[in-house]
């Protein structure tokens, strides 16, 4: 077995607000939450899921208070889990496939409630997230399901997980895709208006563009005056959904290079598509940021040369089972670029879109909280490119200079910068680092902190056991018990 198997081990236990040991020292001016979603458990009635997406959702939530931690972690009791635990049922998921009445009524109506892709505050609620339409409230104190956001009048079949926050105009934006004999890329916005829980969280269409062949979309790029999909050639006939044995959702889709990559700018005031530009083709999950620049977007994502890092990502690759005698099982995510795209926009700047790289070998992307939309500095993530380990790196994005973090033998997780409160200038490095860490050789995981500015180690407090590799978290400052 790899070492770093204990990644993808369920997790039976679960803790309500443990004092954790702690190596070092952390800020005390550090206060709030940091609640991180992801799979904890990989089998049901038996039967293993196919894809690392697939699991059982888990939150972890890290609390911080004097620069003490406390752990609480709590599986994510939704229907899906409540038939995985009592009926041995599974859930046609990502790339796990039920039986075919199952993917039929996930397909027209009746997707899982299995949020084990990320969290996110919008109006007064909690929301666990995933690509299904479902939006899981929990209690950021208890963990606890709180049931789901209503239905509105926005249709949509696969969503992303990842929406884009705007605290200038007091919304948050989404998007969607509806599949069907008209298939459609749907633009959200979400106000904050009125707040309160249950409010604030209906959808308010922005624009909506028609495609013959909806592309794979996990995630997109928002700036003050524009929403931009990006648009890989990993494209699907909805038809294939309703066949009997077609697998799990991703296995219908099909890389197409000879499409390329479209990036699709609409007006956030007005809804239009005021730019749709094509370039070589690549394959992406995270955008990083994005702002305008001169008659152009400025996008910068993490691309990939195609999509095999789907594939690369299932159970039987990470575990070994693919058929790689030779090189044994690998975490095949080394060779993300974080790249720069340069989209023209408005009239009389081209139509060429120019690609800079700037670090080879990342995922899970951050940025500031503050430096959303505006030209920025700073980009921090999971650095992938050496064998036997994860670590985490800070890319100055202008430069492309890098400063990164390595502990022997450890695997790091998606890094999330919280900014210094006290400090009134703000800046995108004046803070602290925070990232999950499995250590292979005591099969326990940790939750590191780091300094933003010089990315050394300030503290790690340790966690009794080992936390499944996950996928995204957010900091609440506001979340203190």
Do not use: C
């Not at 997707?111 to 909690?126: K, L, S």
């Not at 195609?306 to 594939?311: G, K, L, P, Q, S």
């Not at 340069?342 to 995922?363: A, I, L, M, S, W």
Request: charged letters at 25%; zero cysteines.
């Amino acid at each position: 077995m790899p070492a770093y198997s204990p990644g993808f081990r369920s997790l039976d236990a679960e803790h309500d607000d443990l004092s954790l040991d702690v190596d070092g020292e952390i800020p005390a001016w550090l206060s709030g939450s940091l609640v991180r979603n992801g799979p904890g458990k990989f089998e049901v009635g038996g039967r293993r899921v196919e894809h690392w997406f697939d699991g059982l959702a888990m939150l972890h939530k890290f609390r911080f208070d004097g620069g003490d931690v406390a752990y609480s972690n709590r599986f994510l009791r939704t229907e899906t889990y409540r038939r995985a635990v009592e009926e041995g049922t599974i859930a046609s998921q990502f790339a796990t496939s039920g039986s075919y009445l199952d993917q039929l009524k996930s397909f027209l109506g009746d997707p899982t409630d299995n949020a084990n892709v990320n969290v996110a505050r919008v109006g007064g609620d909690y929301l666990a997230l995933t690509e299904t339409p479902r939006r899981v409230r929990f209690d950021p104190e208890t963990l606890a399901v709180r049931g789901d956001l209503p239905a509105d009048d926005v249709p949509g079949h696969h969503v992303t997980a990842h929406f884009q926050r705007d605290d200038r105009r007091g919304e948050t934006v989404g998007y969607a895709t509806e599949f069907g004999r008209t298939n459609r890329y749907r633009i959200y916005r979400v106000p904050d208006d009125p707040p309160g829980p249950g409010a604030g969280a209906e959808r308010v269409p922005v624009a909506s563009l028609e495609v013959e062949r909806p592309a794979y979309l996990h995630s997109f790029a928002l700036t003050r005056r524009y929403a931009v999909l990006v648009e890989p050639p990993f494209v699907v006939n909805p038809m294939r959904f309703l066949l009997p044995g077609s697998g799990g959702f991703i296995d219908n889709y099909r890389w197409r290079p000879e499409r390329g990559t479209r990036f699709l700018v609409f007006d956030r005031e007005s809804g239009e598509l005021a730019a749709e530009r094509r370039t070589a083709p690549f394959f992406f999950f995270h955008t990083v940021n994005a702002f305008d620049a001169e008659g152009h977007v400025v996008v910068d994502l993490v691309a990939y040369e195609d999509a095999d890092i789907v594939e690369n990502l299932f159970m039987s690759s990470v575990e070994g089972e693919a058929g790689r005698p030779d090189s044994g099982p690998e975490l095949d995510a080394a060779e993300g670029e974080l790249a720069r795209f340069r989209v023209p926009v408005e009239e009389g700047t081209g139509t060429t879109v120019e690609r800079r790289d700037r670090y080879t070998g990342t995922e899970l992307p951050r940025v500031a909280p503050g430096a959303r939309m505006d030209r920025y500095r700073f980009a921090y993530g999971q650095a992938t490119a050496r064998e036997g380990q994860n670590g985490l790196v800070k890319v100055n994005v202008e430069t492309g200079e890098a400063t990164e973090w390595w502990a022997e033998g450890h695997y790091a997780g998606e890094p999330i910068f919280v900014p210094n409160p006290d400090d009134a200038a703000v800046p995108e490095d004046r803070g602290v680092v925070l990232a999950p860490a499995l250590d292979t050789e005591s099969e326990q995981s940790l939750l590191v902190v780091l300094d933003g500015e010089t990315f050394e180690e300030l503290a790690r407090a340790q966690v009794p056991h080992h936390i499944p590799f996950g996928f995204h978290g957010e900091f609440f400052p506001e979340v203190v018990s």
